[in-house]
């Protein structure tokens, strides 16, 4: 796990998904606005939804891990939503 505080960590469990993959998959204007949500926000949550084209939880992290640049890192999964944070 990141160097993230874990009473951040905790409210950011709490919350609701900020960005969600839907049909169009890991879409280049998906891509650009997580990437703006990361430099803003500093960390997103992302929900894959039923229809995305991921056959498995496995497939659509594998898929998400692919695309981050060395800026960023996958902090925690937890079914079909995983937590993002952006690296100091």
């Not at 703006?36 to 992290?61: D, M």
């Amino acid at each position: 796990m990141s160097k993230i505080h874990q009473p951040n960590l905790r409210n950011i469990r709490s919350e609701s998904p900020s960005l969600q993959v839907g049909k169009n998959g890991l879409s280049d204007s998906f891509l650009i606005e997580l990437d703006n949500r990361l430099k803003k926000e500093g960390t997103v949550k992302i929900k894959f939804l039923k229809n995305s084209p991921y056959s498995s939880r496995q497939e659509a992290i594998l898929a998400l891990k692919g695309v981050l640049n060395s800026k960023f890192e996958l902090i925690e999964t937890r079914g079909w939503t995983a937590t993002l944070h952006k690296k100091s």
